[in-house]
């Protein structure tokens, strides 16, 4: 099952980096060739790099857990 991803408002970035005390370029990396980010643009339209990625998913023990990512083009070997 894929957890649900969300795009952050960019409005909204500096906030959530302050609450879980990183900065953008710390966070791991999502392409933007990622099915999940594909999924994403057809509701919001292009997503550039460097947006950041909310994904929420469901842990059997904690309930729901919050995760972070950022766009990115760079190829993964």
């Known amino acids: ?5 969300y795009l952050l ?4 970035e500096a906030a959530v980096l302050k609450k879980i005390q990183t900065e953008k370029s ?9 099915p999940a980010i ?3 643009m057809e509701i919001h339209g292009e997503i550039g790099p460097n947006r950041i ?4 998913r469901k842990n059997p023990t904690v309930g729901m857990t919050e995760y ?9 070997k």
């Open 1 to 5: 099952m894929v957890p649900e991803h």
């Open 9 to 12: 408002e960019e409005k909204d």
């Open 26 to 34: 710390m966070l791991p990396k999502i392409n933007l060739t990622d």
């Open 38 to 40: 594909k999924a994403l």
């Open 53 to 56: 990625i909310k994904i929420v």
């Open 68 to 76: 972070y990512r950022v766009t990115t083009m760079e190829v993964f």
